[in-house]
């Protein structure tokens, strides 16, 4: 009788195709099946074990330590919900990356778990690890939607494509980033949202239960409030439902439908947060939040090519890794580059194979569309995602690569290219362990990258060392570090380190506000240290040359004058950075702030008096402009020649 059964959900047509209702039927958990989920769980949780000892880092501050909302644990929830995800840290909404962004729902978990054990980091990564686990667990139950039936069911659950492509994913480096890192739950809850839809899909067209399409709608929708990722299995799900089911379009329009819906109940939410659909109309113009604002077309698509091709090398060798690709980790890129046109090549490859196995629903046909749909929304094609790549986005995608390597090593090499050859599979199996392996040794080797900034920065700026933030970060750190440290040599030590990094920074990025207020505080360490003005005001002028309204050196400045010391090298300073670099420039209110200083310190100075009538005049108060004129001259007749 159950063989009659398993036969019945077989097609007529090609006999690789299924029918839902051996899936099914009741007996999906046999033991092996639970003894398979039961181990990757425990490996996905266990692989990130090192994690649960470190603290907050990165963007962990923005969405937990210090969101305001966040803290308030329960009492915080509609204010996550009801604003922008930045507001809570930032006090309000200020549109500092393109589209904005409302990614709810993982901060909703997070003041949860502030209410009930308070700002605890092990609670939030335990919290990762379980949810990575469950994503194991689904991959696994769908992969056996999502590969032919004679595979699923011949196979030794250990060798199957379903465990060990789970498997795999689940010790993929790549992933580092998002489960060692805490705000990465957005992209676990999202993709456990969207895999969750696209089961309960297979679902409906099986039985055609609408409950099932009430399950595809919720899960659907809570995994676009964790991160509008999501919102790519609006294709993936009816691509997998054409092809691995014998299902009609009739079958299928109504799980579209309802996943249409969810993505519009969430975009109308969105838009009544943030204010707009995708942009605010204002330009983004640092480049820190715009990566691509230096270039012109041709660049841009070079680079952006780039990019797509650093994906799937990242894929099969992911090494180095790092956390920060942001100007200038990837070199603005010309159309003559090799690499540029290698990548462009492998993808028209794939978009080739796809479309040759549209018709005959061809598994890797599948995949390459999934990976091309996931991918698609951090690509920077259709739109900005304010860096150039990130190891994170890639998260969602990482599944195709799997899928494919898998397949092709347990079932169609062996089975069809080279079937009939004994060694064959032996050989696969013992490729696929290598691979697993190597990637979880690889993975355990990465994860101690996010024990705390000094840490990851440290290894940002050696895998990306054009980076101008993973610079001023790492820079940072040994500052901090040198603050830190009661040794006088060991803190000469890493102020010279984070003065290095920091210039470095500044090469990469000259205007970079950041690193301009770290160079600052450097040059006043160091003049602190050492009480060598002259340096300390060619460092600080060279800073506001680039930017005259560093807070910082404003405030230094007035302690310089209050302490009355050395008044005509702070008067030469003040003449010169304001008569000779910051009034030709433009910088007409800067230079008349700056003059200000110099009248505290040389009010008897002819030079200041005449440099502050000049900006006077320019900026239309001629009766201030002709009595410092007037006093100019009055201290020195030859000022005027």
């Known amino acids: 009788m159950k063989k009659r059964e398993r036969n019945k959900g077989a097609t007529k047509s090609q006999g690789r195709k299924i029918k839902l209702l051996t899936l099914f039927d009741g007996q999906f958990w046999t033991r092996g099946n639970v003894l398979a989920a039961v181990t990757l769980f425990i490996v996905s949780f266990v692989l990130y074990l090192p994690a649960l000892d470190y603290d907050y880092i990165l963007d962990d501050k923005i969405v937990i330590s210090e969101n305001n909302f966040t803290k308030e644990g329960i009492s915080g929830i509609w204010d996550i919900l009801s604003r922008e995800s930045f507001e809570g840290y930032l006090g309000e909404q200020q549109d500092l990356v393109e589209g904005g962004r409302y990614r709810p729902l993982s901060i909703v978990t997070f003041a949860l778990e502030v209410e009930f054990f308070g700002l605890n980091p092990t609670v939030h990564h335990i919290g990762n690890g379980l949810l990575y686990g469950l994503t194991m667990v689904l991959i696994f139950r769908l992969m056996f939607l999502l590969v032919p039936l004679k595979n699923r069911i011949k196979a030794k659950w250990y060798i199957g494509v379903p465990f060990l492509t789970a498997l795999l994913f689940a010790v993929h480096p790549i992933h580092t980033e998002v489960v060692a890192n805490i705000k990465g739950r957005d992209e676990i809850m999202a993709f456990l949202g969207a895999l969750a839809a696209l089961y309960f899909s297979f679902r409906y067209v099986d039985k055609k239960s609408l409950s099932h399409l009430v399950w595809v709608f919720a899960f659907l929708f809570l995994g676009l409030m964790s991160k509008e990722n999501a919102i790519t299995f609006l294709a993936v799900i009816p691509a997998a439902l054409y092809f691995f089911t014998d299902r009609p379009i009739r079958y299928i329009l109504p799980v579209f439908l309802v996943s249409l819906l969810a993505v519009a109940l969430y975009l109308i939410i969105r838009t009544s947060v943030i204010g707009y659909f995708l942009s605010s109309g204002q330009e983004i113009t640092d480049l820190m939040n715009n990566p691509f604002i230096e270039m012109n077309g041709p660049q841009k698509a070079a680079t952006i090519m780039f990019t797509l091709g650093k994906y799937v090398q990242l894929l099969f060798n992911p090494h180095p890794l790092s956390h920060d690709y942001y100007p200038y980790a990837i070199a603005i890129q010309e159309w003559v580059n090799p690499w540029v046109l290698i990548s462009l090549a492998v993808y028209l490859l794939m978009a080739v194979v796809a479309l040759i196995g549209?018709?005959?629903?061809?598994?890797?046909?599948?995949?390459?569309?999934?990976?091309?749909?996931?991918?698609?929304?951090?690509?920077?094609?259709?739109?900005?995602?304010?860096?150039?790549?990130?190891?994170?986005?890639?998260?969602?995608?990482?599944?195709?690569?799997?899928?494919?390597?898998?397949?092709?090593?347990?079932?169609?090499?062996?089975?069809?290219?080279?079937?009939?050859?004994?060694?064959?599979?032996?050989?696969?199996?013992?490729?696929?362990?290598?691979?697993?392996?190597?990637?979880?040794?690889?993975?355990?080797?990465?994860?101690?990258?996010?024990?705390?900034?000094?840490?990851?920065?440290?290894?940002?700026?050696?895998?990306?060392?054009?980076?101008?933030?993973?610079?001023?970060?790492?820079?940072?750190?040994?500052?901090?570090?040198?603050?830190?440290?009661?040794?006088?040599?060991?803190?000469?030590r890493y102020l010279n380190k984070a003065d290095h990094y920091i210039g470095r920074a500044l090469e990469v990025h000259p205007s970079y506000n950041q690193a301009l207020q770290m160079r600052a505080g450097i040059a006043a360490e160091r003049y602190r240290n050492h009480s060598d003005l002259d340096r300390l005001l060619m460092e600080f002028k060279e800073v506001l040359v680039v930017n005259p309204r560093i807070q910082f050196v404003r405030e230094y400045m007035e302690y310089l004058n209050q302490r009355a010391w050395a008044r005509d090298k702070l008067t030469d300073f003040y003449y010169d950075l304001s008569y000779n670099y910051l009034l030709p420039a433009g910088f007409v209110n800067e230079a008349a702030f700056y003059l200000q200083y110099g009248l505290e310190v040389g009010r008897e100075d002819a030079r200041i008096n005449y440099a502050i009538g000049m900006v006077m005049e320019q900026v239309g108060r001629m009766e201030e402009s002709a009595f410092y004129l007037q006093r100019a001259f009055e201290l020195d007749p030859t000022i005027f020649q």
């Not at 799997?402 to 599979?425: E, H, Q």
């Not at 050989?427 to 392996?437: C, K, L, N, R």
């Open 358 to 492: 549209l018709r005959k629903r061809s598994f890797y046909s599948f995949w390459i569309i999934y990976f091309f749909a996931t991918l698609s929304i951090v690509s920077n094609i259709f739109f900005p995602v304010g860096t150039f790549m990130n190891e994170r986005f890639i998260y969602i995608s990482s599944l195709a690569y799997c899928a494919i390597l898998t397949y092709f090593f347990m079932k169609d090499l062996p089975d069809n290219m080279l079937s009939g050859r004994g060694w064959v599979k032996p050989v696969s199996i013992v490729v696929m362990a290598i691979h697993i392996i190597g990637f979880a040794i690889y993975t355990q080797y990465r994860i101690p990258a996010w024990s705390s900034p000094e840490a990851l920065n440290s290894s940002a700026v050696i895998a990306n060392p054009n980076s101008a933030r993973a610079n001023l970060f790492y820079g940072t750190a040994m500052f901090n570090k040198y603050r830190d440290a009661t040794d006088q040599d060991e803190k000469n």
